[in-house]
């Protein structure tokens, strides 16, 4: 009898570089894996299809994460006692490896969803230190008991009633990407953080916070602060104060010359792009009145689909 007891998700669009890498990493703990791919350019589709009965590969239109991944769980048969989110950047351990196959057919009933700590490689470094080590996430949870929240940024795994416990084992997360791709893809982060946050501003469209009531510790006190004591210090000013939290009270300096080009660049740069993104397009919706066309210029102006 198999003890591969997990079902795992993966979004892919254009990930070449890292999906063998992934699935190599999976393919002795999954009894299925799980691709949903948004029409792919490279060869993605065809290395995913190279692993034959593993892996189950589809394709669908791109909205946003959650949307695709919820898509995901909802239009896909799992026949597995647990199911696990990954993403294509990243891969598991030989420890959290052995722990999927030898403490899952051992947990307790009551047990519904298991915490995963994430490593954070910048540039072939792990990133030890400015809040980034150790982040536990919710990877792993009982087949039908979880979704993901419907937003449009730090969308989370939540879990009804949640009995977790802790592996102690890592999911990497190591984008092997140059710095052009790493800033394209966070100028595109930017645009979908700023529409949450108008979103809190404007109620714009109902809000999914079920991580206050379902989430995990961590991810519970990240969303108050950031939307209780975050949001609301002046823009521009949290993103300077934020970085130097970051890089000299959680001490970021002890990351060297890498951990500053990645502490510099997520934790200012980054933050005050959203910052000034947020302040130009509030500028510009401040005198709309009708909902409606707030949402629509905001589709034209991000590019992304509000459409429900």
């Not at 992934?22 to 350019?41: E, G, M």
């Not at 394709?59 to 294509?88: I, S």
């Not at 416990?165 to 982060?189: P, V």
Request: net charge neutral.
């Amino acid at each position: 009898m198999s003890n591969k007891k997990v079902t795992v998700f993966i979004l892919t669009k254009n990930e070449s570089l890292h999906i063998k890498r992934c699935l190599d990493s999976l393919r002795n703990i999954a009894d299925k894996i799980v691709i949903i791919d948004s029409f792919s350019t490279d060869d993605t589709k065809e290395i995913c299809l190279s692993y034959g009965d593993l892996v189950e590969f589809s394709e669908h239109p791109w909205k946003n994460y959650a949307d695709q991944f919820q898509w995901g769980l909802d239009n896909h048969t799992v026949n597995t006692e647990w199911c696990m989110r990954m993403d294509a950047d990243e891969y598991i351990d030989s420890e959290l490896q052995n722990e999927l196959l030898s403490k899952l057919p051992e947990l307790t009933d009551d047990i519904n969803c298991i915490f995963i700590r994430r490593k954070y490689i910048y540039k072939n470094k792990w990133i030890r230190h400015g809040g980034v080590y150790p982040l536990n996430l919710l990877r792993v949870w009982r087949t039908g008991t979880g979704r993901i929240e419907q937003r449009w940024m730090d969308e989370h795994i939540v879990v009804q009633n949640p009995r977790t416990t802790q592996f102690h084992g890592h999911i990497y997360d190591h984008n092997l990407n140059d710095i052009r791709w790493w800033s394209d893809k966070h100028l595109n982060y930017a645009d979908r953080e700023v529409v949450d946050l108008l979103n809190i501003k404007y109620s714009l469209f109902k809000k999914d916070d079920e991580v206050k009531k379902n989430g995990g510790f961590q991810e519970k006190i990240k969303r108050l602060l950031k939307e209780k004591i975050y949001f609301k210090l002046p823009p521009s000013l949290r993103s300077l104060l934020y970085f130097l939290y970051r890089y000299l009270l959680r001490l970021g300096f002890m990351d060297g010359s890498k951990g500053w080009d990645y502490h510099f660049l997520q934790g200012l740069w980054y933050r005050s792009y959203v910052d000034i993104r947020f302040k130009e397009l509030d500028n510009a919706i401040s005198s709309i009145t009708n909902k409606d066309e707030v949402l629509d210029y905001l589709s034209v102006k991000t590019g992304l689909n509000f459409k429900r």
